[in-house]
């Protein structure tokens, strides 16, 4: 159902406000999610980080053609409705795209063409303080409320794409399938080059000494911030009102934002998911 101010969720003192009479509920029918016919690539990510990583070694780390447009135009968002799923799903392969939905979502096709699908998770105390930040950002949301109530929300699962926990459990159940490849926000922080050799391997590409040194320079978090194909910021006053898209790119932000009771309610969440496996790291 349409609505040209919706109320998304609400806790004591923390609410949404929706203003976008283009955005529907996170429904794979309706956004036609069911009927869209998967071809490779789907690319599922947490970060422009990993799409910049994968489009460079995919283009044979053509730096030039990654400047020349936006990580937007290069990713589209399959479940926004600009460029919409029907324009994804004429363009020509190999295509890069980008969701947040989860597994449970995503076209049906999925399993039946075996795209390559990379899903990136961050650790969810800093997920949260990043979420919240964006959130202030967008012009069509307005949060009602501070750090600990927008928290309070993410635990409960009420914010967008979630719950988190079951988000990462439906990825992480199917890691060891051949075409899916997961991945953590930590991982590329304490050894981008080794993952990034694991990202390579999984997308079947080579990559030499000099070029994995030079994809370490380009995606370093200062040269990512300033970079305009990948910034979003031809989004500021359209999109995005004040503040930075790319903000601080650290692990362990959190303990500047949450208190420690907040902090043990996140640990719960991932305590929750040890006996699959799945552990994270949050400092």
């Known amino acids: 159902m349409y609505a040209s101010l919706a109320k998304i969720t609400r806790h004591n003192g923390g609410s949404f406000w929706r203003r976008n009479p283009s955005l529907r509920s996170q429904n794979s029918s309706d956004y036609g999610l069911t009927r869209f016919r998967s ?5 599922e990510d947490g970060t422009t980080w990993l799409q910049e990583i994968v489009y460079l070694i995919c ?13 937007e135009d290069r990713f589209p968002f399959l479940e926004f409705p600009y460029p919409g799923v029907k324009v994804v799903a004429q363009s020509p392969p190999p295509r890069f795209i980008k969701t947040h939905l989860p ?3 995503l076209p049906k096709q999925l399993d039946e063409k075996k795209p390559k699908v990379i899903y990136i998770a961050r650790n969810p105390k800093d ?10 950002m967008i012009n069509y949301v307005t949060f009602l409320g501070n ?7 993410f635990v409960e699962g009420t914010v967008f794409y979630g719950p988190w926990e079951k988000h990462v459990k439906e990825a992480w159940d199917r890691r060891d399938e051949e075409n899916i490849l997961f991945v953590t926000y930590e991982d590329l922080h304490k050894d981008f080059r080794g993952t990034v050799q694991d990202i390579a391997r999984f997308l079947e590409k080579s990559m030499s000494e000099s070029q994995l040194r030079a994809l370490e320079v380009h995606c370093s978090f200062s040269l990512m911030q300033s970079n305009d194909s990948v910034n979003y910021s031809w989004q500021q006053g359209v999109l995005f009102g004040e503040g930075q898209f790319m903000r601080k790119g650290k692990v362990g932000d959190w303990k500047n934002h949450l208190s420690s009771e907040m902090s043990d309610k996140f640990d719960a969440m991932v ?7 799945l552990h994270f790291v949050d400092s």
């Open 147 to 153: 750090m600990e109530d927008f928290a309070q929300l």
């Open 271 to 277: 305590t929750s998911l040890e006996p699959s496996g």
């Open 103 to 105: 597994f449970s979502l």
């Open 59 to 71: 283009n044979d780390f053509d730096y030039e053609k990654a400047q020349a447009t936006t990580i």
């Open 39 to 43: 071809k490779p690539n789907i690319v």
């Open 127 to 136: 997920t949260a303080v990043s979420l919240q930040a964006f959130t202030k």
